[in-house]
C-alpha cells in the first residue's frame, strides 16, 4: 500500500489542478493520497469528484499545510481529515488567506526597486485563482531569467525569509492551530521539520512542545531531510510517542519531486483515521471505461 500525505494543487502553489492531481497520483500507483493545500481547501471539491473517473481505486484524503510562526521563525503543520466548516478554524484560515495579496505586491515591489522588470499582472497571471504565494513570485523569476529554477529564489538574496525581497505575513501560533485542528476534529503533523535549506527552523526542542500540546505527527521522511536526519527525527518522535510521516511534498513541474517520492507506514495512516473525525478519508472505486 503506497501513502503519499502532502501534495499541493492550482488551489495553493501546485501547477496540477486537483483533479490533474489525483489521476496523476493513481498514474503513479498509489493508493492514497492527502491534498494539504497552503491554507486552503478549495481545491477538495474537484479532487473528489474526479476519483468516481480514475481507472483504479484511490483514496483522497482531504486536508491543508498551515502556515504557522513561533519565536520568529516560520513552521507548516500539515492538517489532516477535519471538519473544513468548522467557524473558528475557518476564520483563522480565512485570516490567513487574505493578507497574502498584500504580502505577495510587498515582495513583487522590493524585487522592483532592486532593478528586477517583475509586474504584479506577471504574478497573478502565474497564480490564476490559486492563493498567492512565493513560488508564484518564484516562478516570476525564473520566468525573468533571473534564476535558473524555483529553489533558487528561496536565497537569502531573493525570497527565503528574512532575504532581501522577504516580506512577513500573518500566520497562526502553531499551539493555536494544533487546537484549532483538534476542535475540528482533525490530526496534526508538522511539516518538514527540519528543511535547514529552506531557512531557519525552529529548535528540535520545540517539537516537544508541540507534543505536549496535542501534535500527532512529525514528517520524517522528506526530500529536503538527509539520511542523518531521518535517523534523528525517528528517535526524536518514538522518544515523544508521536508518529512519523513520509509525503512527497509534491508541487506538480514546480518542484523536482515526483508522486511517491516519500511515503507513509500503512500503520501510522491507519492511525491518523483512527484519530480523526472531523472528515473521512474519501475512496473512488476506480475502474472508469
Known amino acids: 500500500m503506497r501513502i503519499d500525505l502532502h501534495t499541493h494543487s492550482t488551489a495553493s502553489d501546485g501547477t496540477d489542478t486537483p483533479a490533474e492531481l489525483v489521476r496523476n497520483a493513481a498514474a503513479a500507483g498509489l493508493d492514497v ?3 494539504t493545500d497552503h491554507d486552503s481547501t478549495r481545491g477538495h471539491a474537484e479532487a473528489i469528484a474526479a476519483l468516481p473517473e480514475l481507472d483504479r481505486p484511490l483514496t483522497l484524503v482531504t486536508g491543508a499545510e498551515l502556515s504557522c510562526r513561533l519565536d520568529g521563525v516560520g513552521l507548516h503543520l500539515l492538517a489532516y481529515l477535519f471538519d473544513a466548516d468548522e467557524p473558528d478554524f475557518l476564520a483563522a484560515r480565512e485570516l490567513v488567506r487574505d493578507d497574502r495579496v498584500p504580502r505577495a505586491r510587498t515582495m513583487v515591489a522590493r524585487l522592483q526597486e532592486r532593478g ?27 520566468e525573468l531569467g533571473v534564476v535558473e529554477t524555483v529553489s533558487d529564489a528561496f536565497t537569502p538574496e531573493w525570497l527565503a525569509d528574512g ?16 487546537r484549532l485542528v483538534k476542535a475540528a476534529g482533525g490530526v496534526t503533523v508538522f511539516a518538514h521539520p ?19 500540546a496535542g501534535l500527532d505527527g512529525i514528517e520524517v521522511d522528506h526530500m529536503d531531510h538527509d539520511a542523518p536526519t531521518r535517523a534523528r527525527l525517528r528517535s526524536i518522535a518514538a522518544e515523544l510517542g508521536v508518529l512519523t510521516t513520509g509525503s512527497s511534498d509534491y508541487h506538480g513541474s514546480r518542484k523536482f519531486v515526483e508522486l511517491g517520492a516519500c511515503t507513509t507506514d500503512p500503520e501510522v495512516y491507519g492511525e491518523i483515521t483512527r484519530r480523526a473525525f472531523g472528515a473521512f478519508p474519501v475512496p473512488g472505486a476506480g475502474g472508469a471505461a
Open 33 to 35: 493520497v492527502a491534498l
Open 194 to 212: 527540519a528543511a535547514v535549506k529552506r531557512g531557519r527552523v525552529v529548535p528540535e526542542a520545540a517539537i516537544g512542545r508541540l507534543a505536549a
Open 116 to 142: 528586477v522588470p517583475i509586474t504584479w499582472e506577471q504574478v497573478t497571471r502565474i497564480a490564476g485563482d490559486a492563493s498567492l504565494g512565493r513560488p508564484h513570485i518564484a516562478t516570476a523569476l525564473v
Open 163 to 178: 532575504g532581501r525581497a522577504y516580506a512577513e505575513k500573518y500566520e497562526l501560533d502553531p499551539f493555536e492551530a494544533i
